[in-house]
């Protein structure tokens, strides 16, 4: 399997759920992303992970929670969300990290779109 | 005001004709992207450039560094090109990225 998966694609949560989504990149690179994108709105960073290092976190709500146990993998935990946390949450690795000069290109999975009931 | 604004936010075409996506900024950029999401949400990076000119099969994106400004052109437009096409920029003053709404392409035949 190649490039940028995630799972799953679609899910829908009642707002005491906990669920996680999780994300894999088979590209051997060292940055990855979560964003959120929200309908009629561009796309927002929520999260970047350089070398497994937390490296941003643009003010998202503490009921997301990310965790990156290794460079190919990246997890969002949710819980206690709210229906306005309906959106498409999308994934991306690049090489390195976006904010350096080197070769930052992002790859995006093909995101999971999340429901909250 | 966003610090990364396109236009035009919608674009119809006809098949076989130029089109013309405009991007600009107002902050200091080492890089700037330009991403298509096609319906479904999938997103595709296109370009990552941070001077002149780059070319893909009929897909051109220019920068002008000093007007803050870049374009990306299609050339012989087809209706697989229809998608939304968006703008992103590395700020270089705390390393994040900022993205513009993007421009809804459509391209009938």
């Known amino acids: 399997e190649t490039g940028v998966t995630q799972t799953p694609r679609h899910l829908v949560m009642g707002m005491t759920n906990k669920k996680s989504l999780k994300c894999e990149q088979h590209?051997?690179?060292?940055?990855m992303y979560w964003y959120k994108q929200s309908a009629k709105k561009p796309l927002e960073l929520m999260f970047v992970?350089?070398?497994?290092?937390?490296?941003e976190n643009n003010s998202v709500p503490s009921r997301f929670s990310p965790e990156c146990p290794n460079s190919s993998h990246l997890f969002l935990h949710l819980h206690t969300l709210q229906p306005e946390d309906s959106a498409l949450y999308l994934c991306?690795?690049?090489?390195?990290?976006?904010?350096?000069?080197?070769?930052?290109?992002?790859?995006f999975g093909p995101g999971t779109r999340l429901t909250v009931l | 005001k966003n610090e990364v604004e396109q236009s035009p936010q919608n674009l119809t075409a006809q098949e076989g004709e130029f089109i013309t996506i405009n991007c600009s900024y107002s902050?200091?950029?080492?890089?700037l992207h330009w991403l298509q999401q096609h319906p479904g949400g999938g997103i595709v990076s296109l370009f990552m450039?941070?001077?002149g000119k780059k070319k893909h099969g009929r897909l051109i994106a220019t920068i002008n560094i000093q007007e803050k400004h870049s374009s990306l052109h299609i050339t012989a437009s087809h209706p697989r090109d229809s998608a939304v096409y968006i703008c992103?920029?590395?700020?270089?003053?705390?390393?994040?990225?900022?993205f513009g709404e993007g421009t809804q392409l459509t391209v009938n035949p």
């Open positions: 991306a690795s690049s090489q390195e990290w976006a904010g350096t000069s080197g070769n930052n290109e992002q790859f």
């Open positions: 590209l051997g690179h060292n940055a």
């Open positions: 992970y350089n070398f497994k290092e937390q490296t």
């Open positions: 902050v200091g950029i080492s890089a």
């Open positions: 450039l941070s001077s």
């Open positions: 992103a920029v590395v700020v270089t003053s705390g390393s994040r990225l900022t």
